[in-house]
């Protein structure tokens, strides 16, 4: 029986060799081929139920589907990856043969996957062809042992430091003293790691997250500069409708920066952005805040509130259309999620002010069993209250070494971020920390646990 949340390699019967995406690639287009196993995510494969009794081949590394090229028919046709248009030609029947092998036969073909010209080469190209019963027509699905989760050495925290100097909108780093994320120091001698040269040339809210492979990083910021001639009110209607994104294999070596448009014409702003990687989904699932104006109101003059908005994405270039997420009724912004025991634990700034709520600038904790639900359960709200006069940005992260919970929540207008903490996150009750350092005064960001090999990398190149 397939387990639709878990992975397999697809091994051929005739030559041992596993279904691979050629080069590791996740661009649309890339060839399937078969090659040597190995224990990489690009030989590794999602069966998701498409119904009918069919199944769509996910792959791991990208998040793209196994796909009959150009819906072809024809004997011999290409057989490559592409994003999930729910297409018949990407979607296939697992029919059983025996000793536990299968065949899949494709929805919209009938064909079956086949090992072209029977080749046990390396590089030999997937292909379909009428159903022999032949062996480079059958496939072992041996589940993929995910094994232990990686073991942490520290955690690295990406912030901005505010408007209030020329460089405070761009990306700053701290490294956690070890396993303590109370104890921190800044790292370049607390100058920016990263500077935006694109878009408003400032960035705020960094958000850094980790593919589910564990290979690539991605780093994404609001595309905003405040420092010198701001105003938040115009800023809101006519900002920038893209998020920055840098992209990054060992957290020390980064690419350009480039923007990504996530929001549509009808919205005002595009603010902290996060992103959360769903395996349900197979996809990124990236958030915002944006306020969003009548389409007879382009010039965006009207009066309105902040929506949580969210995208998906594989690739953080292409996006799925905007959707309204979070919904109050009135401005709520700076959402961030954690997941545990199968629960999404959401937490979001109220943005109204203290005389339309007592809870009023502080945070709100709700809960779902599904990512995208529009309706989250209600868990607490004025998060942050018994400690500070004002918060928003909160960033939550496990501990590495306990079942234990931390709250960032930044006061802003005073102290910056003020550490929370609790054993259980399902709570109505954080503690504030008592005893901590932070690496100077860091605003809206993130906390990434690294391994010893990225934390000793971070050392060497910016301590």
């Not at 997250?209 to 994404?220: L, M």
């Not at 918060?391 to 709250?407: A, C, D, I, Q």
Request: charged residues 20%.
């Amino acid at each position: 029986m397939i387990d639709p949340a878990g992975y397999y390699q697809i091994v051929s019967r005739h030559s041992g060799k596993a279904v691979d995406i050629a080069d590791r690639s996740t661009a649309d287009g890339a060839a399937v081929q078969q090659r040597t196993r190995a224990d990489q995510a690009n030989q590794q494969f999602q069966f998701v139920d498409a119904g009918g009794g069919f199944h769509k081949l996910r792959a791991r590394h990208s998040g793209k589907v196994v796909d009959i090229a150009s819906a072809s028919t024809a004997n011999g046709a290409n057989v490559v990856q592409w994003t999930d248009g729910g297409g018949t030609n990407q979607q296939f029947r697992v029919v059983d043969t025996d000793s536990g092998y299968v065949k899949l036969v494709n929805r919209n073909s009938g064909k079956a996957l086949d090992v072209w010209e029977q080749s046990t080469a390396d590089g030999a190209r997937i292909s379909q062809y009428t159903d022999t019963g032949s062996a480079n027509q059958q496939w072992q699905l041996v589940r993929v042992d995910t094994g232990p989760a990686p073991k942490y050495a520290g955690y690295l925290f990406s912030y901005f430091t505010g408007e209030g100097t020329s460089t405070g909108e761009q990306v700053y780093f701290g490294l956690s003293q070890g396993n303590d994320p109370t104890q921190w120091r800044q790292l370049n001698g607390g100058r920016p790691v990263l500077t935006s040269t694109v878009g408003a040339r400032g960035v705020r809210d960094p958000f850094i997250i980790r593919s589910p492979q564990g290979d690539k990083f991605y780093q994404i910021a609001t595309d905003l500069r405040i420092y010198g001639n701001g105003n938040w009110d115009q800023v809101q209607r006519t900002g920038s409708k893209s998020i920055v994104v840098w992209e990054s294999t060992d957290l020390v070596n980064w690419s350009a920066p480039r923007l990504a448009r996530v929001s549509p014409d009808t919205a005002g702003n595009t603010w902290a952005p996060e992103a959360y990687y769903d395996e349900g989904l197979g996809q990124y699932v990236v958030f915002w805040a944006s306020k969003l104006y009548s389409a007879g109101d382009p010039n965006h003059t009207g009066t309105t509130y902040n929506r949580m908005m969210y995208a998906t994405t594989s690739d953080f270039r292409t996006f799925s259309a905007a959707q309204v997420w979070v919904d109050k009724g009135y401005s709520t912004i700076d959402s961030t999620l954690i997941k545990h025991n199968g629960t999404y634990h959401r937490f979001t700034k109220d943005e109204r002010s203290s005389s339309q709520s007592p809870c009023g600038k502080f945070i709100l904790a709700e809960k779902s069993a599904t990512i995208l639900n529009r309706n989250y359960s209600f868990v607490a709200e004025c998060l942050g209250n018994n400690a500070l006069n004002q918060g928003e940005g909160p960033l939550v992260f496990k501990s590495n070494t306990e079942e234990r919970w931390y709250m960032f929540i930044d006061e802003y207008g005073g102290r910056g971020y003020i550490p929370f903490t609790t054993t259980d996150v399902n709570t109505r009750q954080w503690s504030p920390v008592s005893g901590y350092t932070m690496p100077g005064r860091p605003r809206h960001g993130t906390v990434l646990p690294v391994t010893q090999a990225e934390y000793d990398r971070l050392l060497q190149r910016w301590a």
